[in-house]
């Protein structure tokens, strides 16, 4: 998993059925120091609840495909899963 900011949604008025009713948004996502790490990307919202600003963690897969929340499998590129409520950490446990 890793984390990223909602910077935005998507409206889309014709899109793969299976998304049907699923939110999407535009995510940017962080490093460990809360900045910017690469390009946006488009990702569902299992969520629901998120709003433009918060912080989320999401997962990304690499064949662009997900799992849904009924189990059915959607073309997507990342999924957010969470929302980040805060994050406390110690930077000798982190990588690099």
């Known amino acids: 998993m890793d984390i990223a900011k909602v910077m935005g949604t998507i409206v889309a ?4 059925p299976s998304l049907s009713g699923v939110k999407i948004c ?3 996502p962080l ?3 809360l900045k910017e790490k690469g390009k946006p990307l488009v990702a569902t919202d299992s969520t ?4 433009t ?6 997962v990304a897969s690499g064949d662009a495909v997900s799992t849904g929340t009924e189990g059915q499998k959607m073309p997507v590129d990342a999924a957010i899963v969470g929302i980040i409520d805060h994050i406390h950490y110690k930077k000798e446990y982190l990588p690099g």
């Open 13 to 16: 008025t014709q899109k793969d």
């Open 26 to 28: 535009i995510i940017q």
């Open 31 to 33: 490093d460990q120091d």
């Open 48 to 51: 629901s609840m998120r709003d």
């Open 53 to 58: 600003g918060e912080i989320v963690y999401y």
